[in-house]
């Protein structure tokens, strides 16, 4: 194990610590159902760039995926009062299989036509929940969530608690992807398919698996939202705004390393998160779309590609 | 004499209406130096294409080390040991020259270490100072170079080099030339599809000539150099007095 590895892990550990200890330590439950959603933006960002960042595949559609998990689960808890550990693991099974849908599409169109065609896939599934009667259809779905353990203190601090442990282990799923040679043949095949098929990468395999983890980590994401908020709705689940969001982050951060979507889904949900508080809710779509603006034109390679431009001219 | 390494029969390809390759036929023995040549539009590109597997031919059949591979993905050909450079160099970009050598490297997979094969191979063709810059901070002589080190990393049998000297100054050519000529006295047969008459005559022992997507000419660099319709298709007819 490399010394930078073993950074991580401690770093991973300190995290979970942080997280449980703090659940302990701060009383006030509304700390955890803020940074509720600043987590799962963490989780929701780098599962994005698995397949955005790395493979450079623009998936517009995240919120099919997200959506697809927080009904799910919400079916299963409805259904047979399903344990959560379940519900996330059954919300995986379903975003890996229409990530690798999603992945054929590959086969056929690239570029922009890929990334419209991602929105096609949110557009369908919302309309499907719609029309299902047992899901609530358009009204959405009220459920009443189990019980949490009781070392986890209250019900909100119980799924920030699993939540931060699905975000630690996705952005360490990634990591490990980008430093394999999964992550090395992604990122050529992003450079060049055609080269990097002649430099005998499987390509389409790996964008399917791509598509597949990417998929997976993005539903998984929505799995403990019923837990969280005892109400679903089509509108929020399928959101496009929740979708913006999602790509918005990498792009803040930097997609090309596992840091860059932390880094961005941190600054962005907090400081939306901070608005919502003191300004105005609306004001977070506004924000994102200024800082897109901004970001694109002055980082294309996000914070971190801004950082490293600045060292190397530091260094000239 | 070696057996072929390499066999296309009745090769064909047409784009629409367009037909831009064959038929063609012929064969390539192992450690041969083969030049191809031809005006733009001959159908080099597009022979190129159909036997590195990135485009699939719409008639005929390619054989490849004693396998029929007509209908082998480009990967897998290029796992089997048929390996090729792009005319314009397409650099994995946002990697270190290094990672581009690695990428070939991991997909093969028999657990050597790949770091140090990867720098030796930067090494025999003088990259390895540039290991640790992105890709795209090269120049064009080391573009092509990088090119030539990602191809040589499975121990390839055939080596397709499209244009590789293309816009190189004469020291550059000649670097680029001593490299495939290590190559072919290693064993490796290498097509080398050129413009830079001179290269070719150097370095080919047999060569090809397109026109139309026909082979309208085949011998010795010397024979081929000489061939009446070889001139014509280079130099047009001689204007009548």
Redesign the interface.
Known sequence: MKRQDVAFAAGAIVVLLMGFGAVHAVANPYFFFAGYVIVQYVVLATAWNILGGYAGYINFGPAALYGAGVYTSALLLKAFGAPLVVNIVAAGLVGMVLGLMMGYLTLRVQGVYFAIATIALVIMLETVVHNIEYLGGARGLALIAPEPPAWAVGRTQFVFLVLLAIAVMSVALARWIERS?IG??L??L???E??????????LRLKLAACAVSGALLAVAGAPYIYYASYIDPGSAFSLTLGLNTIAMPLIGGT?SWAGPVIGALLLASVQQAATVTISSELNVLMVGLALIVFIAAAPDGLIGLAERLRRKMHA | MSEPVLAVRDLTKSFGALRALGPVSFALRGGERLGLIGPNGSGKTTLINCLSGTLRADDGRIWFAGRDVTNVLAFKRARMGLARSFQIPKPFVGMTVLENVLVPLDQIGDGSDHEARAMAILRSVRLDARAGDDAKRLSHLELRKLELARALVGAPKVLIADEAMAGLSEPEIDEILAILQRLSEAGVAVIMVEHIMHAVMRFSQRVICFETGQLIAEGTPQEVAEDPLVQKVYFGEPARH
């Open positions: 040679w090395r043949g990122r050529a992003r450079a060049s055609e080269a990097a098929e002649c430099a005998g990468v499987a390509t090309r």
